[in-house]
């Protein structure tokens, strides 16, 4: 595996998976752009009000519908769920920054994103915490990638240059190394040819209870 990606790498797209609700991801992605909305607006001249009264009126229609957590838990550990509703790109969650993902043929994964406002951490740089949650998921994938499985033990990270918000970013992961039952995998950040983020995690197999199934376990990347 190169440690460094080339230019003959052949990304492939990894494939939506079909929606069981198409109001669910349509919703999602109103949200998005309203969040990107209001981080762009707060503190401007503009007229708010009649703006957030109407989000109110929508926040009223909603919460009655929600049901219990853990019935949404439990729903989401069947099937694609857990993919579909992760933080990181996942199209069924409001917070996750539209993310999208390729495997390679070298074994390494690679994702594309450019952050807005919402994920500001310094003055026009991305939050170090938000690389952090990018960085985990795309380890996790590429472990995934390369037929390994694991839950993070350890990870460090060093913030190597500031990290733009409102650029394409480039996300890269590869398994480093495999013993037993652990994978040290790597991960880098850049924008355009300039390195922002590297980081190492441990992963160790392991499973964790499914919510609702006690006597099911899993593991991470499962719903893949
Ligand atoms: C084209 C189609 C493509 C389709 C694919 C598409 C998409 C891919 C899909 C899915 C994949 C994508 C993403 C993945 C998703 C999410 C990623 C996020 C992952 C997470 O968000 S995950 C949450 C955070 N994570 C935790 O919540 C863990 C809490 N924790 C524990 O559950 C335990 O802690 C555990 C299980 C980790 C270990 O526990 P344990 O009991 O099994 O291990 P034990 O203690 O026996 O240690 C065994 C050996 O590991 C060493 N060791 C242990 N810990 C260490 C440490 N920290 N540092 C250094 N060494 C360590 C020991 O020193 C010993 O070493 P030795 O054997 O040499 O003595």
């Not at 919703?27 to 998005?32: C, I, M, W, Y």
């Not at 019935?71 to 069947?78: D, I, P, Q, S, V």
């Not at 917070?95 to 390494?108: L, Q, T």
Request: charged share 25%; aromatic share 6%; glycine share 10%.
């Amino acid at each position: 595996m190169r440690e460094r990606l080339g230019d003959t790498f052949d990304p492939i797209a990894v494939p939506d998976l079909p929606t069981p609700d198409p109001d669910l991801d349509r919703s999602v992605a109103e949200l998005r752009r309203l969040r990107e909305a209001i981080a762009g607006l707060a503190h401007s001249e503009v007229e708010l009000g009649d703006i957030a009264d109407r989000l109110a009126e929508a926040a009223d229609l909603l919460e009655p519908r929600v049901p219990e957590p853990a019935r949404r838990l439990e729903a989401m550990w069947t099937g694609a769920g857990s993919r579909r509703a992760n933080p990181v790109g996942g199209p069924e969650n409001p917070i996750a920054p539209p993310v999208r993902f390729f495997g390679c043929d070298d074994g390494s994964v690679t994702a594309e994103v450019t952050l807005g406002l919402a994920y500001q951490g310094p003055p026009g740089c991305v939050h170090g915490g938000i690389s952090a949650l990018i960085i985990d998921h795309m380890m996790g994938f590429a472990n995934h990638w390369g037929g390994r499985y694991g839950m993070t033990a350890h990870y460090e990270i060093d913030y190597r240059s500031p990290t733009p918000l409102l650029r394409p970013l480039t996300f890269r992961s590869w398994v480093d190394e495999v013993d037993g039952r652990k994978t040290w995998t790597k991960a880098t950040i850049h924008a355009g040819d300039r390195l922002c983020v590297e980081a190492r995690g441990l992963f160790l197999e392991a499973s964790v209870a499914v919510p609702g199934h006690p006597d099911r376990r899993s593991t991470v990347g499962d719903g893949a």
